[in-house]
């Protein structure tokens, strides 16, 4: 059984950072790549970054030079490292892998905000 399980939104000022995790488990975690999705009110899950088996990487435009994804594939954990927030990050964060099926994990919030 595939879980993933984030961590570490909150509520945070413009210009500030967080970073997310996403534990894994059930799943040879090392051979697949991992995405961050996020999810904003009223609005489409969009794809934020990806991290490949290798470590290359892609990310939205929208999030380019502000924030970088990594994986410990020791602790079978991807991390999204987000500087110079703004409040159009504002969002729902997931982690997902895709195998045979998406899975995806429960989502932490992310606030963007005075």
């Known amino acids: 059984q595939v879980q993933l399980v984030e961590s570490g939104g909150g509520l945070v000022q413009p210009g500030g950072s967080l970073r997310l995790s996403c534990a894994a488990s059930g799943l040879t975690f090392s051979i697949y790549a991992m995405n961050w999705y996020r999810q904003a009110p009223g609005k489409q899950r969009e794809l934020v970054a990806t991290?490949?088996?290798?470590?290359?990487?892609n990310y939205a435009d929208s999030v380019k030079g502000r924030f970088t994804i990594s994986r410990d594939n020791a602790k079978s954990t991807v991390y999204l490292q987000m500087n110079s927030l703004k409040p159009e990050d504002t969002a729902v964060y997931y982690c997902n892998v895709r195998l045979l099926s998406a899975y995806w994990g429960q989502g932490t919030q992310v606030t963007v905000s005075l």
């Open positions: 991290i490949r088996r290798e470590g290359s990487t």
